[in-house]
């Protein structure tokens, strides 16, 4: 008889028939791969409903053990070092004439008297820009969603890409808008959708399966570019 392989938007995933107790383990070995562990008496179906219901730890983790094997990104605040913007890349030119951080003819500029303050004046204009970028993404989706936000917000959010409160307050990280706009609005209608359901549950990728078809292959995306994005380090 064929060992038993099931599929999890793509990833392989063999199962394992061991033990009595019906209750399913999945794991994620060392080399990234997963194994589904159940009792011979699980049926097929019952092993796939398990899974999907597992989709968002699967790739959290995924996420983190990608993290763990790839060293932090690093920048140097010198002309000519690379910022990526929206999925763009753009060389950094330090000026003695500006007088804040901004874009101009492909240049993210930086007043030269600001470079030796570190990462925070780059940082915050992400954080500006990404806020401005925001705004009419935000209706679009919200509106799609029928959800209402109370405030969208960027900040450092530490190793999430967003959040949302039970008041209504969405946030997404500064580093998210390195990435290409489409896998910016993942993250954000990943958060407006938990505003209608809170949970990681069959309704929340319904939703959002309903709003975005394509939310798995954007999904697998952020988890493969999202560790090799700038994080704020400093060469030092």
Not at 140 to 163: M, N, T
Not at 192 to 206: M, N, S, T, V, Y
């Amino acid at each position: 008889m064929n060992a038993l392989v099931l599929h999890l938007d793509g990833i392989r995933v063999p199962v394992e028939r061991a033990g009595s107790s019906r209750k399913a383990r999945l794991t994620i070995e060392s080399d990234g791969s997963l194994c589904l562990r159940a009792a011979s008496d699980v049926a097929p179906d019952e092993l796939e409903q398990f899974l999907v219901s597992k989709r968002a730890w699967v790739y959290r983790k995924l996420s983190e053990k990608e993290a763990l094997q790839h060293e932090p990104i690093t920048k140097e605040m010198v002309d000519g070092e690379g910022f990526s913007y929206l999925g763009r890349s753009h060389r950094l030119q330090l000026s003695d004439d500006a007088s804040a951080v901004r874009l101009k003819r492909g240049r993210l500029v930086l007043p030269r008297a600001k470079a030796d303050a570190g990462a925070e004046p780059i940082i915050e204009w992400y954080r500006r820009r990404g806020e401005a970028w925001l705004k009419p993404r935000t209706r679009a989706w919200a509106e799609r969603l029928r959800v209402e936000p109370e405030a969208i917000s960027v900040a450092d959010l530490g190793h999430k890409w967003g959040s949302a409160s039970a008041h209504g307050r969405v946030r997404l990280h500064w580093a998210t808008f390195q990435l290409p706009p489409a896998l910016v609005d993942y993250v954000l209608l990943h958060e407006l959708a938990h505003l209608r359901e809170p949970h990681h549950g069959p309704a929340f990728w319904q939703l959002l399966a309903r709003a975005m078809p394509e939310y798995e292959e954007r999904k697998g995306q952020l988890a493969r570019k999202g560790s090799r994005l700038w994080m704020g380090d400093i060469a030092t």
